[in-house]
């Protein structure tokens, strides 16, 4: 019975008995990649998700220090291996795996980065719960990777600037499109008043131009498909050529091209 674990079932309320291999069945069908790290910080039991996040077999995992077992990019930076390199002590898996052995005091869902040689660079939300392994304490840490849900977070973020862009650029449009009609109107009128080769054709001409220059504008505002960005000075401002997908030039704008 020494490998045996009574577990109370509370909806029949009847003792059921797990053994440890049921018990280890259990934890290699959670739906979550579960680690147990010892006090010196090797993973001494990784369910069959860690396996699978890593894409390793347990044999490559147990008994190596977290960083070399699972495989970040910096646990070879330093000769004395995982935990020593430069970017270790930067390391948020690494320091709430140490503050639990150090406080007895677990970490629920701390969201960090990380770069694995196999896999890439992920973001992560870790769980530890210290707990008695053996007379010693040991770490329980489970890992979620949210990097999907990371990447939609920011598509939709990106999305609501692109609608906050376009709304505002239509607004902008509206006021701006009133009082450059009236100037565009009036140029014409003054150019076919004015004899040619006077002074003031080549003025109105140029006032003209200029305002025909700011409709074209405010046609690429009116035009933009995509949220970007470019540096002016010291600050990002709006890349109206690469937002808008209007040639403006194009006769025929609404025409698809080839």
């Not at 280890?24 to 998700?49: F, G, T, Y």
């Not at 040689?117 to 769980?127: N, V």
């Not at 498909?225 to 704008?253: C, F, G, H, R, V």
Request: include cysteine; aromatic fraction near 4%; glycine fraction near 4%.
């Amino acid at each position: 019975m020494s490998n045996e674990i009574k577990i109370k079932e509370t909806i029949l309320d009847v003792p059921t008995v797990f053994s440890k291999d049921d018990i280890l069945r259990v934890i290699n069908n959670l739906p979550i990649a579960v680690a147990v790290i010892d006090a010196d910080l090797k993973l001494v039991l990784a369910n069959r998700m860690v396996c699978i996040f890593v894409n390793k077999k347990d044999n490559q995992l147990v008994g190596l220090v977290g960083g070399t077992a699972l495989g970040c990019i910096h646990h070879e930076d330093a000769p004395e291996g995982c935990g020593f390199g430069k970017e270790c002590s930067k390391c948020k898996l690494r320091m709430t795996v140490n503050d639990t052995f150090e406080n007895t005091k677990g970490h629920f869902q701390v969201e960090t980065s990380m770069t694995f040689k196999s896999i890439g660079r992920r973001h992560l939300r870790i769980t530890t719960q210290p707990f008695q392994l053996q007379k010693r304490t040991a770490v329980l840490l489970s890992i979620e990777d949210i990097t999907n849900a990371k990447n939609y977070e920011r598509a939709k973020i990106e999305k609501e600037k692109l609608t906050a862009v376009i709304r505002t650029a239509g607004a902008i449009c509206h006021e701006i499109n009133q009082p450059l009609m009236v100037i565009l109107g009036f140029s014409e009128l003054l150019i076919d008043e004015i004899a040619d080769g006077q002074i003031q054709e080549e003025n109105v001409k140029e006032i003209r131009d200029q305002a025909q220059r700011l409709a074209e504008i405010t046609n690429k505002l009116m035009a933009i498909t995509q949220y970007k960005t470019k540096m002016y000075l010291s600050s990002e401002i709006l890349d109206l050529d690469a937002a808008s997908s209007i040639n403006i030039s194009d006769p025929n704008p609404d025409k698809e091209k080839e």
